[in-house]
C-alpha cells in the first residue's frame, strides 16, 4: 500500500512543480461550457477498483481543462485565492495527518499551533493584545459568529434558550450598500431578517456616511427597534473602499452596539505600516476577520477571526455532551467552541508554514510589491482617452471602464464594458471580474498574485488595449 503510494506521491510533486512552472501557458479562466465535464464522468460510481495510473490520467484529461487556474499570474478576478509552496507543502502534511482538530485533546499541537500563530497575526496586523483569534473557513463564516455572539450578548444568552421570538425587541444590524454579501446571509441565518438590516449610504468614496449612520439608529429607537451591531468594511469588495473606523466607534460607543470588522481582504495590507492608521479606532471594536486565505499565500481556507470577548464566543457556541467532554476542558482552548463547526481540519499548520518561510519581512515587501503593480498600471489607463479609472486606487484593486464620447447613453457603454469583459476573458490571456459603482459598470483588475510581476501586468494590459480597439 505505501510502496503504491510513494511511488504515485513523487509523480504527483513532479507534476505539481511542472503545473507551478509553467502555469503561465495555460489560459486563465476555463473555457468549457456548462456541463462539458459532468457528461465526462460515469453516471454510477465504480464497482471495482481502478488504477492510480487511469484516475491520474482522467484527472489530466477531464478534470484539468475544467480548472479556473487561480494560482496564475495574470488571474487578476475577484479577489485572490493565493498560495505558495510552503502552504503547498504544509497542506500535504496536514493531509497526510488527517487530524480532526475540534478539542484540544484530540490533538494538543493544532490547538496550540492555532493559539500562537493567531497571536502571530494579531501583532502583524496591529490589533491590540485584547483580542483572541480562531481559524474559520471564511469571513463569511466568521461574520455570522460575531452577529450570532453579539445577538446572544445583547439579549442576556436568552435568543438560543427562548428563540429569538422572545425579545420583545426587533434586533437591527447596520452596514454601508457597499457590505458583502455575507453580512446580508449573516443576518438571515441569525434569525435577524432583512427587513432589520439597514445598507446604509456612502459618501462618494464608498465609505459608510456616518451622520446618515446615527440618524438611522435614532429613528430605530424611536420606533421601538433595538440597534444590535454595526458592521464596517476595511476594504470592500467592489473597491477597496474603508469604512471611517474611528467616526464609527463614537456611535457604537454611544449607543452600545457591537462593532465588527470585515477587512477580509484588505487585512493583509495592515501589516504595513503605511495603513496602520487605518486601524484607529480598533480598542473599541469587538470583533475582526481577515482572510490569509486571499492575500496572505496560504491555501484556501484559512480565515483569522479575532474577538474581544471569547467567553461570549463559546457561551454562544458551545454545546458539551458527555461523548466531547475531556479532563482538560478548562484548562485548554477547545476550538470546537469557537465557532459552528465542531469537525475542524488542521488549518494552523499552513500559517505557521508560510509566516516562518517568508517571515514578516519578506511578506511585507511582497505586498508592497502588489501595490506598486497597481499603481503603476493605474497611471497608464489614466493616460489612455478610453478609459475612466476609478480613485483614488484602494491597495492593488483598479476599477476602470472604457469610455467613448460617442455613446451617450448610460446603458449602451455599460453592454460595451460588458462586452470587453467577456472578450477578454475568452482570450484566456487573462482573467478579469467587475462591479457595479453608481450604476456604472467597472472592470475590476486585482494585483495580488503570489508570482506576479510586471511583465505579466504590461501584457494584461497590451491585451486590454488590443480588444478594446477591436470593439
Ligand atoms: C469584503 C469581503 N467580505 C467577506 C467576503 C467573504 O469571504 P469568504 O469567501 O472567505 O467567506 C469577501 C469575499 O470576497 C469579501 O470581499
Not at 151 to 177: H, M
Amino acid at each position: 500500500m505505501t510502496a503504491d503510494f510513494r511511488k504515485n506521491a513523487h509523480i504527483f510533486v513532479d507534476w505539481m512543480a511542472d503545473y507551478l512552472e509553467n502555469i503561465d501557458s495555460l489560459s486563465v479562466k476555463s473555457q468549457v461550457t456548462a456541463g462539458e465535464i459532468l457528461n465526462q464522468i460515469d453516471t454510477s460510481p465504480p464497482q471495482t477498483s481502478t488504477s492510480m495510473d487511469t484516475i491520474f490520467a482522467d484527472f489530466k484529461q477531464i478534470i484539468m481543462p475544467g480548472i479556473t487556474h487561480w494560482q496564475h499570474p495574470k488571474f487578476f478576478a475577484y479577489f485572490p485565492s493565493n498560495s505558495s509552496t510552503p502552504s503547498l507543502l504544509a497542506e500535504m502534511l496536514t493531509a497526510t495527518l488527517g487530524a480532526q482538530c475540534m478539542s484540544w485533546q484530540t490533538s494538543p499541537a493544532a490547538a496550540e499551533l492555532e493559539e500562537r500563530v493567531m497571536q502571530w497575526l494579531a501583532k502583524m496586523v496591529g490589533l491590540p493584545d485584547t483580542f483572541h483569534g480562531v481559524i474559520q473557513g471564511g469571513a463569511s463564516i466568521a461574520t455570522l459568529c460575531a452577529l450570532l455572539t453579539a445577538r446572544e450578548k445583547y439579549t442576556d444568552f436568552n435568543s438560543n434558550q427562548a428563540g429569538l421570538s422572545q425579545n420583545t425587541k426587533p434586533l437591527v444590524v447596520y452596514c454601508s450598500t457597499q457590505t458583502h454579501s455575507s453580512v446580508l446571509k449573516a443576518v438571515r441565518i441569525a434569525g435577524i431578517g432583512d427587513a432589520n438590516l439597514r445598507f446604509i449610504d456612502t459618501d462618494e468614496d464608498y465609505r459608510m456616511d456616518v451622520n446618515k449612520l446615527q440618524r438611522q439608529i435614532q429613528a430605530d429607537i424611536k420606533v421601538g427597534l433595538q440597534p444590535l451591531c454595526v458592521i464596517a468594511v476595511l476594504g470592500s469588495t467592489s473597491s477597496g473602499a474603508v469604512d471611517p473606523l474611528l467616526a464609527i466607534t463614537k456611535i457604537t460607543q454611544q449607543y452600545q452596539l457591537w462593532l465588527h470588522v470585515d477587512a477580509a481582504y484588505a487585512g493583509t495590507a495592515l501589516f504595513l505600516s503605511e495603513y496602520k492608521h487605518l486601524l484607529k479606532g480598533i480598542e473599541e471594536v469587538d470583533s475582526f476577520v481577515f482572510n490569509p486565505h486571499k492575500w496572505m499565500f496560504t491555501n484556501f481556507d484559512c480565515s483569522a477571526f479575532f474577538i474581544k470577548d471569547v467567553k461570549a464566543l463559546t457561551q454562544t457556541f458551545s454545546v458539551l455532551p458527555e461523548y466531547l467532554r475531556t479532563k482538560e476542558d478548562d484548562e485548554v482552548n477547545n476550538y470546537r467552541d469557537w465557532g459552528i463547526d465542531l469537525g475542524r481540519r488542521f488549518r494552523a499548520l499552513k500559517l505557521w508554514f508560510v509566516i516562518r518561510y517568508y517571515g514578516v519581512e519578506q511578506l511585507k515587501s511582497m505586498i508592497r510589491h502588489h501595490i506598486e503593480l497597481a499603481n503603476e498600471l493605474a497611471l497608464k489607463i489614466k493616460a489612455d482617452k478610453h478609459f475612466e479609472i476609478l480613485e483614488p486606487i484602494s491597495f492593488n484593486i483598479i476599477c476602470f471602464r472604457y469610455i467613448n464620447a460617442n455613446i451617450t447613453d448610460f446603458e449602451v457603454l455599460n453592454q460595451r464594458n460588458k462586452q470587453l469583459l467577456e472578450n477578454i476573458n475568452k482570450s484566456g490571456e487573462l482573467y478579469l471580474t467587475h462591479t457595479e459603482l453608481s450604476n456604472k459598470i467597472y472592470l475590476r483588475l486585482v494585483i495580488a498574485q503570489t508570482h506576479v510581476e510586471a511583465h505579466h501586468v504590461e501584457a494584461a494590459w497590451t491585451k486590454i488595449q488590443a480588444e478594446t480597439a477591436l470593439l
